[in-house]
């Protein structure tokens, strides 16, 4: 196995493993999404009428926040279909909210979208015990998108010294291949959190491109 390709894999596995995968981070709003892990754990729970499930999407703290709603929930489902509805909506947002804060981050509504290609295969690597397909396919893809960025900066540098202009188009591409190839390694190297979204911590010195 060539070096490159190694490096990739290592990055990837580090990744797929909970330490995150680099901005934009395509796990921040599964827990927002409708169909996502936390509104699942939450749907059956109110069919067994048992909060147990739920407590373990929030911070110890907040179990006394997810009690009470919960017994809210209970209380209003039984009036009718439309009480039901509105009763599951409500503690689904209570559950997602003060799931995302407990972590440091913002809630911004439930999202009705399904998750990435990306997510919906960690779900199934959980679900099935294995995750080979998705080391490939992510893999396929960070591959893929380092191998772009680099043919297409490395052309460029060809012919960086034949005008400004042309000086610039290697400079901005240079920036985005570095940046990107980067972000794939702090993202390799930095626990993973909804802490962490939007912004990443480098640990020791770090080649940054402006």
């Known amino acids: 196995m060539k070096p490159g ?14 330490l995150g995968f680099g901005a934009p981070r395509f796990a921040a709003a599964h827990c927002d999404t409708l169909d996502g892990p936390v509104i699942t754990t939450a749907r059956a729970a109110l069919e ?3 909060v147990t499930p ?8 907040d179990e006394a926040a997810i009690r009470e709603a919960f017994q809210k929930t209970l209380a209003v489902r039984v009036k009718g279909p439309e009480a039901q509805s ?3 909506m409500y503690f689904f947002e209570t559950l997602v909210r003060i799931h995302r804060a407990g972590e440091g981050a913002p809630y911004t509504g439930l999202k009705p979208t399904e998750p990435g ?6 779900d199934e690597a959980l679900a099935t015990g294995s995750v080979d397909g998705l080391v490939a396919t992510v893999t396929a893809d960070v591959a893929e998108g380092i191998k772009i960025r680099f043919t297409r900066t490395l052309e460029l ?5 034949e005008s400004v202009e042309k000086g610039r188009e290697f400079v901005e591409s240079y920036v985005d291949f570095v ?5 794939l390694h702090e993202a390799a190297t930095t626990p993973g959190s909804h802490q ?3 912004e990443v911590k480098p640990k020791g010195e770090e080649h940054h491109v402006h």
């Open 5 to 18: 390709s190694t490096l990739v894999q290592a990055l990837v596995m580090a990744c797929i493993l909970g």
């Open 48 to 50: 067994k009428g048992d």
């Open 54 to 61: 739920t407590l373990k999407w929030v911070q110890k703290d």
């Open 86 to 88: 509105l009763a599951d």
């Open 117 to 122: 290609p990306a997510v919906a295969g960690a």
């Open 157 to 161: 540098k060809k012919h960086a010294g």
């Open 179 to 183: 940046h990107h190839v980067e972000g």
């Open 196 to 198: 962490a979204e939007g």
